[in-house]
């Protein structure tokens, strides 16, 4: 399906009563439909019926799941003004569905000086950004103690800005760096400033995937370690899952059975974040191992699936304009998704993959498209405080380009997954 056609089909499903879509639905699908919609909670042979649900199956799912988000978070969708920044790309990881990373003998590697990110941060805060997003690769060359320093210096020139930052894989690397436990290294950098975790470097939790994505990356028991005991000291982290790759359905859905699992403990996670894999700058494309999946009805069948099956433990569902483009992101609004992300500002973690939804999205844009979709947007706070009445000063209305002398290589993104 094409755009027009995606559009079209999902507002033919708004504009159709459940209990019709619910009659034309298997009855398999329709009773484990009703049991998300009275509030129980699915299993995952039931989360697995609706992730994989076609046709007059799928139409039932997605009316369910606005509804369901109808009633979880009301009309409103919320959304950050914030920067992305890239600090540095020299990595040695080597993911194979990683177009940024690059060695340090590279023409266009990067480690930026606290000079250069400070300026960023600058820009953001002139901006209107409430939210710094920091992630970066994994230089071989970093000082034990940079992630800790480089938030010292941040917060003493910026002291209200929020520092989302650092995977659970830099943190992994950190701690191993510093010869601290983790719980120790995530205390220490919560205390020099540290507000979240991005809750990337999740990709798809089962261990043999991860073994062929990237053998070098963080292991699901470590990634767990590393956000609960995040979870234990207060600092709240997202959740994210990468797919339309190597995964079967069955993966999607004890991916997201795990993290129903740690937010029952932990109750930790602020959000859920749907990554789709874009493919055309990866190894794993040009080895052949993956083939380009179209973009729209697996993207609905995402969303709507995470919106039940996660109901009362992760409320945000966040749909991802630069993974889907802005008006693919739009009608995701309307199959379960509450969220618009972020302003960005800059991205290049998915544009070097080979995405091509640009670097940066205006708050006037999102508000617009939460107008075509029936609802209002709203400003929020990373930890999800709805900012009432907030205008940015110039964060996007209206947008001022970033300095390019700066810097000559755009940074950010929602992660790679």
Known sequence: MNLDQIRGFVDDIEATPLNVLMAHASAALRATLLKSLNGLELSTDEGLAIYTATGDDLRAVIKAADLARAEDVGEEVTYVVNRNINFTNICFVGCQFCGFKRQKWESDAYDH??????????????????????????????????????????????????VHAFSPMEIMYGARRTRMEYSDYIAMLRDAGLGSIPGTAAEILDDSIREVLSHKKVDV??????????????????????????????????????????????????????????????????????????????????????????????????????????????????????????????????????????????????????????????????????????????????????PQALDNHACGGSGGG
């Open 221 to 402: 028991a470590a990634w767990v370690d590393i956000v609960t005991s995040a979870h234990a000291l207060g600092v709240r982290t997202t959740s994210t899952i990468m797919y339309g790759h190597l995964e079967s359905p069955r993966h999607v859905v004890n991916h997201l059975d795990l993290l129903r699992t740690i937010q029952k403990r932990t109750h930790g996670f602020t959000e859920f974040v749907p990554l789709r894999f874009i493919h055309e700058n990866t190894v794993l494309f040009r080895r052949g191992l993956v083939k380009p999946q179209e973009s729209g009805l697996l993207d609905l069948q995402m969303y709507a699936f995470s919106r039940l099956f996660l109901r009362g433990l992760i409320d945000n569902i966040q749909t991802s304009w630069v993974k889907l483009g802005v008006d693919l992101a739009a009608v995701t609004l309307k199959a379960g998704c509450n969220d618009f992300s972020g302003t960005l500002m800059e991205e290049s973690i998915t544009a070097q993959a080979g995405g091509t939804a640009g670097e940066f999205v205006a708050v006037d844009l999102i508000e617009e498209k939460a107008r075509e979709a029936g609802r209002v947007a709203v400003e929020r706070s990373t930890l999800y405080k709805k900012l009432y009445g907030r205008k940015a000063p110039n964060g996007a209305r209206p947008i001022v380009p970033s």
């Open 113 to 162: 000086s606290d000079d250069t990110i400070l300026a960023k941060v600058a820009d953001a805060v002139a901006r209107g950004a409430t939210e710094v997003c920091m992630q970066g690769g994994i230089n071989p060359d970093m000082p034990a103690f940079k992630y800790r320093d480089l938030l010292v210096a941040i917060k003493s020139h910026f002291p209200d800005i929020h």
